[in-house]
Nanobody, 115 residues
Framework: QVQLVESGGGSAQAGGSLRVSCAAS????????MGWFRQAPGKEREFVAA????????YYADSVKDRFTISGDNTKNTISLQMNNLKPEDTAVYYC????????WGQGTQVTVSS
């Protein structure tokens, strides 16, 4: 079992910045990839960004490309998501997970962007 704890987030105005972080614990041996997902009210959870440490690459949804940056430390099983130039449509609960969402979900962290 892998346990996930998200933190950070909060409220910002459009054009502002926020940062969310995640720590994985439990059966974290040999984790090679982690990612961020989000779920807006009334919508399904969607992929936001992922990092793959073995090939040092990051992947982003088109909606956040060039605005969000994922980073992490695979020795500590932590990742962060720096979110710049926020838009109201970025409002959602943000969750971290394996890139393929194979672990149980954490509680998430709320990000609210006002116009």
């Amino acid at each position: 079992q892998v346990q996930l704890v998200e933190s950070g987030g909060g409220s910002a105005q459009a054009g502002g910045s926020l940062r969310v972080s995640c720590a994985a614990s439990g059966r974290t041996f040999n984790i090679n990839t982690m990612g961020w997902f989000r779920q807006a009210p009334g919508k399904e959870r969607e992929f936001v960004a992922a990092i793959v440490w073995s090939d040092n690459r990051s992947y982003y949804a088109d909606s956040v490309k060039d605005r969000f940056t994922i980073s992490g430390d695979n020795t500590k099983n932590t990742i962060s998501l720096q979110m710049n130039n926020l838009k109201p449509e970025d409002t959602a609960v943000y969750y971290c997970n394996h890139r393929n969402a194979r672990w149980s979900w954490g509680q998430g962290t709320q990000v609210t962007v006002s116009s």
